[in-house]
Nanobody
Framework: VQLQASGGGLVQAGGSLTLSCAASGFTLDDYAITWFRQAPGKEREGVACINDGDGSTYYADSVKGRFTISRDNTKNLVYLRMNGLTPADTAVYYC????????????????????WGQGTLVTVSS
């Protein structure tokens, strides 16, 4: 039972990447998924979240209008499309799953997530 984040890499500023979060051993459509990121020397922060059921979403202010989270329950995948990348987006990105419904005050709280992927590194060069 695990999550696997993939799709990271090196990209120039202004470029785009799409991260994928895959589940094995359980069904993602029963879970809310948040993408977190952690830059060197900084705390882990929530980037984007998508609930199960109605698919409602939340975004950090720093990525609104640039990042889009989506899910394909038929493939048991959650995506994070990242456009307009800047060096400030450089971090290890993690996906995490929670059986709880996320709200605007809970979606970025690491303690409510019980399952975590191993992370994928995104590096944005200037």
């Amino acid at each position: 039972v695990q999550l696997q984040a993939s799709g990271g890499g090196l990209v120039q500023a202004g470029g785009s990447l799409t991260l994928s979060c895959a589940a094995s051993g359980f069904t993602l459509d029963d879970y809310a998924i948040t993408w977190f990121r952690q830059a060197p020397g900084k705390e882990r922060e929530g980037v984007a979240c998508i609930n199960d059921g109605d698919g409602s979403t939340y975004y950090a202010d720093s990525v609104k209008g640039r990042f889009t989270i989506s899910r394909d329950n038929t493939k048991n995948l959650v995506y994070l499309r990242m456009n307009g990348l800047t060096p400030a987006d450089t971090a290890v990105y993690y996906c995490a799953a929670s059986a709880l419904r996320m709200t605007r005050v809970s979606w970025y709280r690491t303690e409510v997530f019980t399952r975590w992927g191993q992370g994928t590194l995104v590096t944005v060069s200037s």
